[in-house]
């Protein structure tokens, strides 16, 4: 058994050996160092070059680095009919649903406000609100909206989430498809985005989604830079339409150093670490799916690769 490890930011030398403690007898390749093209069965990715894939002619998996398959279904020379597993991890979920309380909590308890009093020595109470009163909306009730929903509830937030088809979640007012948008975003204060990132969902975070949410709302985006309209995020903030945003993700990673949201207080930025694959979970995964492959059972995380995701 063969396995291609391909990425630019993913640690190759630690995967060889959590892969390798599973799986002694696999063949790991570290692109570009792949010898022949032909012995390669599995690719573990992210974010490969355009084309690449099409290469390796007895490929029977694409196992990518991350939950989102982005960075491969935008390559047009992806291998027709190759399954393409995504990762589902509880560490991965365990961490997208820290950044999301982290950020909501920030918002709910007011501290940019409270930071800008510290940098005028003010000291002056804001009121305080109860979590039931504070309404979080979140885009995407997959793998992470769910988790990220069910520990916002057990703080006794009211949350919301909207998604492509009907869902019912315990807890959750639900609201799905184009004509839930408006509705879910008028009831909502703190906006938090776990979409996908498909042609429906590309720009989805817009001026005119900025204009259904109730004037200074909040906005988390913490999957995919594609979703944010960048140049409307500044004018919505200036406007008070938005009060604050927390970006992890932006559509040129790493974020240039002359961009303008490096200087805006009112935007809190991290380097795309809202989840990290960490391969000490993840190789179970990429292990079970190899050993499926030789038991000719089914994989497990396959993508819908005409729905996007
Ligand atoms: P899932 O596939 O489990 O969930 C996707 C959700 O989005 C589903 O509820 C789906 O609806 C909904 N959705 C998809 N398309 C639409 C649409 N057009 N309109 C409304 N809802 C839609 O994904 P995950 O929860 O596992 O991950 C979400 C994303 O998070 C990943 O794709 C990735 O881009 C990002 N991510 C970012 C990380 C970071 O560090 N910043 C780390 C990990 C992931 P339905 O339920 O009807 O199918
Ligand atoms: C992912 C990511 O998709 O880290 O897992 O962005």
Known sequence: MTLLFLSKIDRAEWW????????????IRVWPEVGARDDIEFALVWEP???????????????SLGAGVDHLLDDPGLPAGVPICRVVDRALTAQMSEYVLLNVLRYHRQQPAYARQQAARQWRALKLMQTSERRVGIMGMGVLGQDA?????????????????????????SFHGPDGLAPFLARTEILVC?????????????????????????????????????????????TGQLSAASLDVFRNEPLPAEHPFWADGRITITPHVASITDPRSVADLVAENIRRARAGEPFLYVVDTARGY
Not at 16 to 27: A, H, V
Not at 204 to 229: D, E, M, W
């Open 16 to 27: 060889r050996q959590e892969l390798g403690r599973r799986m002694p007898g696999l063949d």
């Open 149 to 173: 929903a069910a520990k916002l509830i057990a703080l006794g937030f009211a949350v919301a989430g909207w998604s492509r088809t009907a869902r019912s979640v315990a807890g959750v007012e």
């Open 194 to 238: 776990l979409l996908p990132l498909t042609p429906d969902t590309e720009g989805i975070l817009n001026a005119k989604t900025f204009a259904h949410l109730p004037a200074g709302a909040a906005l988390v985006s913490a999957a995919r830079g594609g979703h944010l309209v960048e140049e409307d995020l500044i004018p919505a903030l200036d």
């Open 49 to 63: 070059p355009k084309g690449e894939l099409a290469r390796y002619p007895n490929l029977k998996a694409i196992f």
